[in-house]
């Protein structure tokens, strides 16, 4: 596609719902990131993909948030019994090529899924 | 959480005006990155500068990077309307992790 794409563009859940939120990258895009955006702040790391390796994912604020990436491509972004603190915009990204000190790792960001814990 | 810290938090020109953004970290970088985001929408990458560049331009913007102030600034000239959105800038505290700052709310008004 022309850019990263994020579906559903809002969600509203009711607390102790379970949610997924897609991401569709770039095609040919090795590397997916994930972030959470709160209101009035910068977005925070979550996790990143290279390829369906997740290799790190050391931002993801609990065990009920999980992510994947079987096959390389889509990426999927599940929280489980949401809480009204999860309430945020999440972004994911995607780049080219793994990112390397040497090497433009300009990252294109999806226009986020709202998520409201109500 | 670890984010850097931009300065000011709000700014507000006139048209044809230059408007700066400072932005600080806390930790070594490899690179830094300016981003935009439009109010509702995801962001948009504005320009990179490696840690061994001291001044890089784009267009009507200018970055300069001083690593043992650990600062950076964005300068953008003869600013637009247009330009009306939140700045972030974001250093690699590992290559694929990006830590982004709070954000500069500029407001440019025709």
């Known amino acids: 596609g022309a850019g990263v794409s994020q579906s559903p563009r809002y969600k509203v859940a009711k607390r102790g719902q379970d949610v997924a939120l897609r991401c569709d990258p770039i095609s040919g895009h090795v590397s997916l990131f994930w972030y959470q955006q709160a209101l009035g702040q910068g977005p925070e790391f979550l996790t990143y993909?290279?390829?369906?390796?997740?290799?790190?994912k050391s931002g993801l604020p609990s065990d009920r948030f999980f992510a994947e990436r079987p096959e390389g491509s889509v990426s999927t972004l599940k929280i489980q019994r949401t809480q009204q603190e999860d309430s945020a915009v999440y972004l994911c990204a995607s780049s080219l090529s793994p990112p390397h000190m040497y090497m433009n790792t300009e990252a294109f960001f999806g226009q986020g899924t709202r998520l409201t814990v109500v | 959480s670890q984010q850097g810290e931009e300065d000011p938090q709000a700014l507000s020109i006139q048209e044809g005006e230059n408007a700066t953004m400072n932005c600080s970290y806390k930790?070594?970088?490899?690179?830094l990155q300016w981003y935009r985001q439009n109010s509702g929408r995801g962001l948009v990458h504005l320009i990179l500068i490696r840690s061994n560049e001291r001044e890089k331009h784009s267009g009507r913007l200018r970055v300069t990077l001083d690593t043992s102030k650990k600062s950076s600034s964005l300068l953008i000239t003869a600013s637009r309307a247009a330009d009306t959105a939140s700045y972030f800038c974001?250093?690699?505290?590992?290559?694929?992790?990006?830590?982004f700052g709070t954000g500069t709310r500029l407001k440019v008004l025709a």
């Open positions: 974001a250093t690699d505290v590992e290559a694929y992790k990006y830590i």
């Open positions: 930790t070594s970088i490899n690179n």
């Open positions: 993909f290279q390829n369906e390796a997740q290799l790190d």
